[in-house]
């Protein structure tokens, strides 16, 4: 956590009040709020971690809301003094497109992370603050299974705002595809809900581009009635000499995958002197060791110098990402969809990682394939994220540098963006559709929103007139 003193940030408001009074400086805006929002509510300077500290935003007051109230009125009161301000929920969103300008205000949901079932599991509601580390133990709780992504740390509704990759996307779609109805707060601090018959039009627009619309105090989702051995899933790690990255990289590309099934590749460090190693990560629900086998069987064929698996309850479905989810360090990740693994291109890649991650050990080349045979089976036009990444997208594919010594900057951006070239199918790697929540912050807009840009273009002007909302992906 960052701390400035109360008294630092009153002096710098006494002395600057005096000089340019129309602008509220941080003091003075961490005591109006104090004084605005709900005593159950605390007003702070400090900042909740994140998991990169590259380009972080950097809020000068902190508000812990407690209520979609207290969201209403720290929004009405920044938009009508014309303060920057962010909702945080997980804080794992690395993009670098935050700007809180010098005396702006970071919306803290944590406190807002109820997760409840109706009586027939078919539906949860997901309170803005919950991360997933919340929703699961709670759908475990419930006997049932909710859409999540795969990481506890991740805020449940910052990545399912975006498009929502997880686990079980190739059963039941992405995130967006299984919201219901959204709770949200505008940028006019009135209070609403969406859905399909309740204000169609910012429905859609949230589910994609949520961040730019409003702050969703609540999503109602569908979630499934599931037994416990529904809930299991078979989970494997594979390791493999980098001489067979082609052979991997091919045998992936050709994988007949299962709705239930999900295969990544990742470069890593091994955790053994840093050594980096080639992992490929599997998960089969409600496989076991026969089953797994075999739908994993070319994988296998490879010749693993070694492997592990093992049959995991929901609740352990993440744990093996923990890791991934450390805050803090510098981490400029790019990434981009891809539309083939370009087996041959691996040694090339394998040789950028190794030279970067002798100096930054933690970095990480990952490729993400999920089924999308149901994600497909939704017209691209029911939400607003990009119909690239239900039709284009093979797979994600995310490199992230990862070191502390910031001197290292210039290096790692070079790292990173050398991969994403590699990756990219269209002549601008910029403009190569990309997931909003994978993306780096240099994309071009329509790489991020696609098709459905001209249409967010103009509900922005409806909803957020005055560009309150402008910290994730700022549509224009
Ligand atoms: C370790 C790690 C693992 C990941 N794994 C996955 C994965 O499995 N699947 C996947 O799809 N993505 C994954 N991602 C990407 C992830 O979706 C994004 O990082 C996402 O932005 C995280 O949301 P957050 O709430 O944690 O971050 P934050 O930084 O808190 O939020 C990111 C943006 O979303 C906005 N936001 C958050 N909550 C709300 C809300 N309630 N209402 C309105 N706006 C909101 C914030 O204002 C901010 O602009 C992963 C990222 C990391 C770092």
Redesign the pocket.
Same mark, same amino acid.
């Given at each position: 956590m960052r701390v400035l003193s109360f008294i630092q940030l009153l002096a710098t408001a006494v002395t600057v009040t005096a000089l340019v009074p129309r602008i509220p400086t941080p003091g003075v805006v961490a005591n109006d709020l104090k004084s605005l929002v709900s005593t159950a509510s605390s007003v702070s300077v400090d900042l909740p971690a994140?998991?990169s500290d590259y380009n972080l935003p950097l809020p000068s007051v902190v508000v812990n809301v407690a209520s979609e109230n207290d969201v209403a009125i720290v929004i009405k009161y920044c938009t009508k003094q014309g303060i920057k301000f962010? &909702?945080? $929920?997980?804080?794992?969103?690395?993009g670098k497109t935050f700007n809180l300008g010098s005396n702006g205000v970071l919306i803290n !949901?944590a406190a807002l992370n109820k997760v409840t079932f109706s009586a027939n599991k078919t539906q949860a509601t997901i309170g803005?603050g919950a991360i997933i580390g919340d929703v699961i133990p709670a759908a475990n709780a419930a006997g049932a299974l909710v859409v999540t992504? =795969?990481?506890n740390?991740?805020?449940a !509704?910052? &990545?399912m !705002?975006? &498009?929502?990759?997880?686990n079980l996307m190739g059963e039941v779609g992405f995130g967006v595809d299984n919201i219901i109805s959204l709770r949200v707060v505008i940028a006019s601090g009135e209070v609403i809900t969406v859905s399909k018959t309740s204000y169609p039009d910012l429905f859609w627009a949230m589910r994609g581009a949520?961040?730019n619309f409003?702050?969703?105090i609540s999503a109602t989702v569908k979630s499934m009635p599931a037994t416990a051995e529904d809930r299991t899933a078979w989970i494997n790690n594979l390791y493999f000499a980098p001489e067979k990255l082609p052979q991997v990289a091919q045998a992936i590309q050709d994988l007949p995958l299962l709705p239930h099934q999900r295969i990544y590749l990742v470069l890593t460090n091994s955790g053994n002197n840093n050594e980096p190693v080639v992992l490929v990560t599997g998960y089969l629900r409600k496989g076991t060791e026969q089953t797994g086998r075999a739908a994993f069987a070319p994988i296998y064929a490879l010749g693993p110098s070694s492997e592990s698996s093992t049959i995991a309850d929901y609740e352990e479905w993440n744990v093996s $990402?923990d890791g @991934?989810?450390t805050s803090g360090g510098q981490k400029p990740a790019y990434s981009t969809t891809i539309n083939n693994m370009q087996a041959q291109k691996w040694p090339e890649i394998w040789n950028l990682y190794t030279a970067f991650q002798k100096k930054g050990p933690n970095s990480a080349v990952l490729i993400e394939r999920y089924n999308l045979t149901k994600a497909q089976s939704v017209p691209d036009s029911s939400a607003a994220l990009s119909g690239a990444l239900r039709r284009q997208a093979f797979a994600q594919a995310i490199v992230i540098p990862w070191y502390d010594d910031v001197t290292l900057e210039a290096e790692a951006l070079t790292f990173g963006q050398k991969v994403r070239d590699i990756w990219s199918f269209s002549t601008t790697p910029t403009d190569n559709p990309t997931y909003i =929540? @994978?993306a780096h912050g240099d994309e071009s807009l329509s790489a991020i929103y696609g098709s459905s840009l001209p249409r967010l273009q103009t509900l922005k002007k409806t909803w957020d007139p005055r560009g309150a909302f402008t910290?994730?992906f700022p549509i224009k």
């Open positions: 994140r998991w962010l &909702a945080q $929920n997980g804080g794992r969103g690395w !949901l803005g992504g =795969n990481c740390c991740l805020g !509704l910052g &990545a !705002l975006g &498009a929502g990759y997880g949520g961040p409003g702050v969703v $990402n @991934f989810c =929540n @994978f910290q994730w």
